[in-house]
C-alpha cells in the first residue's frame, strides 16, 4: 500500500520537474537527514538534526539555482562542522563516522537534481537511473531467494547472496540496454550500456551495504518507521544515494 501511494509520488514529481521536484527532494532530504541523525547522535540530537537539514536545504537550493559548486560546497562545510563537534570536543564524543551524514546525504541529493534539470532529457535520464536500480534489487532479491549460494559478507547484510549479485548485474545490464532503446537514445554501443549497468548495479549494491553496515553498527532493523512496510528513506534510497553521482558524471560525459 505504501508502494502504491509513494510511486506515483515519485513519478510526478520526476514527470512535472521544476518547483515539485525540487519539493519532493527537500521531503526526502528531511527525511534522510532526521534519520541519519537520530540513529548516529545520542546528545542534541535536535540540533544535529537542524544543523544537517538547515545546510542541505540551502545546498539543495544553491544547486537549483545553478550554483553547484557552492551547493557541493556547502554540503562539504557540513560534514566539517558536524566533524569539529564530534572530534575536537573534550567532553565524551559523539560517533566520529556522524560527520559523514551531509555528504552522503546531499552530493547524491544535489545529483538527482542536476540530473532531472529542466528538459525531457534530464526526465528521461532521471527515470532510467530509478529503473535501472529497482531492475538491481529485483534481480537480486529474486535471484538471490531462488538460487541461495555463498553469502557476500554475513556481518554486514546476513541475506546478500553472490548469486543476488550476480542476478542483480545482470537485471540492470538487460535495463541499461532497454532504457537508452526507449528513452535516452544515446550513440552507444550495447555491449558498453551493459557495462556501464553492471557497474551502476554494484554501486546500488555498495549503497545497500554502506547502509546495512550503519544500521548494524547501531543495531536496529530499519533507519525509520515513516513509510510503513519499508523502513525510512534511507532504506528505500540506500542504492539510489551512490548511483546518482555516477550517472550524474556519466550524463556529463554524454553531453545531456
Given amino acids: 500500500m505504501s508502494a502504491l501511494v509513494l510511486a506515483p509520488i515519485a ?21 534522510m537527514s532526521v534519520e541519519w541523525c537520530r540513529t548516529s547522535f545520542q546528545k542534541n540530537v535536535s540540533s544535529y538534526i537542524l544543523l544537517v537539514s538547515i545546510w542541505l536545504l540551502v545546498a539543495l537550493y544553491f544547486a537549483f539555482d545553478d550554483f553547484v559548486e557552492v551547493a557541493v560546497l556547502g554540503a562539504a562545510f557540513a560534514s566539517l562542522g558536524i566533524l569539529g563537534l564530534t572530534w575536537f570536543q573534550k567532553e565524551e564524543r ?17 545529483s538527482l537534481l542536476e540530473i532531472r ?13 530509478f529503473l535501472i536500480v529497482w531492475a538491481t534489487d529485483i534481480g537480486a532479491y529474486f535471484v538471490g531467494r531462488g538460487i541461495g549460494g555463498p553469502k557476500i559478507a554475513t556481518a554486514i547484510s546476513p541475506n546478500k547472496t553472490w548469486a543476488g549479485l550476480i542476478g ?34 554494484i554501486l546500488a549494491q555498495v549503497g545497500d551495504f554502506f547502509e546495512s553496515g550503519w544500521k548494524r553498527y547501531f543495531d536496529i532493523k530499519d533507519a525509520s ?20 553521482p555516477a550517472l550524474y558524471i556519466l550524463k556529463m560525459c554524454a553531453g545531456s
Fill in 117 to 129: 534539470g529542466t528538459d525531457d532529457a534530464g526526465m528521461y535520464w532521471t527515470l532510467s537511473l
Fill in 225 to 244: 518507521n515513516l513509510i510503513p512496510g519499508h523502513g525510512g528513506v534511507l532504506d528505500r534510497l540506500d542504492g539510489v544515494l551512490f548511483v546518482a
Fill in 168 to 201: 542483480g548485474m545482470l537485471c540492470a545490464a538487460l535495463t541499461a540496454i532497454l532504457v537508452n532503446r526507449y528513452l535516452l537514445d544515446l550513440d552507444v554501443q550495447p555491449l558498453i550500456l551493459a557495462f556501464v549497468g553492471t557497474g551502476l548495479a
Fill in 94 to 110: 559523539e560517533w566520529r563516522g556522524g560527520f559523514l551524514g551531509p555528504v552522503y546525504i546531499g552530493i547524491p541529493v544535489i
Fill in 11 to 31: 513519478v510526478a514529481a520526476i514527470y512535472y520537474g521544476s518547483f515539485w521536484y525540487l519539493l519532493f527532494l527537500a521531503l526526502a532530504t528531511v527525511g
